[in-house]
């Protein structure tokens, strides 16, 4: 799947994908085991398997770029280039995390790295991908807005206003389809008759493109085209990546649902496997090179957990800051 636009790729950026990719899946092994140790309330929908297509897409955006997030949104936002000692601090529900802990898992945002939230509402970021993009194109300096969503949001009602309207005004958008083969714990074959959603694209006159999700070269090649044609003000893209979830909907979920053998064979495609046996034999990377980025991510997840638990819980008495509740029951609150 190597094309020229990999090619140019030096050994330092391609190494600098494989970091990413393996700070996003030992970030979440970790939280799994801090959620278990009580550290972490709430729900956690972890991405492990799914790192090719966050750190693919990520790696074909520049600084004033803009993304969209889901329910399944840490790797997004590590990929963006977050810190994960705030992370981590977010998910411990410490001050010290990136929405002092008013955001958590789901709604965890930070516009200064132009990561406009992960979301708890499925399909809940398209539309403001939509807003973010016709920003861009009044700004007029060349910036696209991204939109990850999975195949369960591609049925939602809004993904299907805003490609519309933004293949309409030619806006700079970008629609990235984590296509992992599950909408909570229903197939997506049982959910539209449609199997590539990449096909939708059609419809309303845009490129729909399919990229090995588990091949961080391919989404990174064909999201790049996606961004060049969107910056040139030619419209959006829509970039089906086929994928899939290592571990269930959310942790805790058994995957009673999945078919015998099926993790098994996309276990074989795991990106944390494949890329860096590709690292090695197809781009010359020394096995110690790879051996000490693993070492670093370690140190680094080392020292971002020690952050998070070393971090202030909110006084409650800044519950109704920062948040747009006026009044409970008419009873103003500020
Ligand atoms: C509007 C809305 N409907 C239903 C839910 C419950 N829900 C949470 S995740 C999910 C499935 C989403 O599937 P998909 O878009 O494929 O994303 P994935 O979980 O596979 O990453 C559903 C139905 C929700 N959070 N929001
Ligand atoms: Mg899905």
Redesign the pocket.
Known sequence: MTTAVDGRLDQETLVGLFERMLLIRRFEERASEYRLAGHIPGFL?PCIGQEAAAVGTCAALGPDDVILS???GHGHMLARGADPGRMYAELYARVEGYNRSKGGSLHMIDTDLGFLGAN????GGIPIAGGAALQQKRRGQGGVAVSF?????ANQGAFHEVLNLCSLWKLPAIFVC?N?L???FTAQSEQSPVADVADRAAAYAMPGVIADGNDVLDVREKVAQAVARARAGEGPTLVECKTYRHRG?YEGDMCAYRPEGELEQWLERDPLVTFPARLVSEFGVPEEEIEAVRAQVEQRLDEAAEFAAAGTFADPAETFEHVYVDSIEGKALR
């Open positions: 929908h889901t329910h399944r708890g509402i499925v399909g969503f999975g195949d369960g949001a984590e992992n599950y909408g909570e909907h």
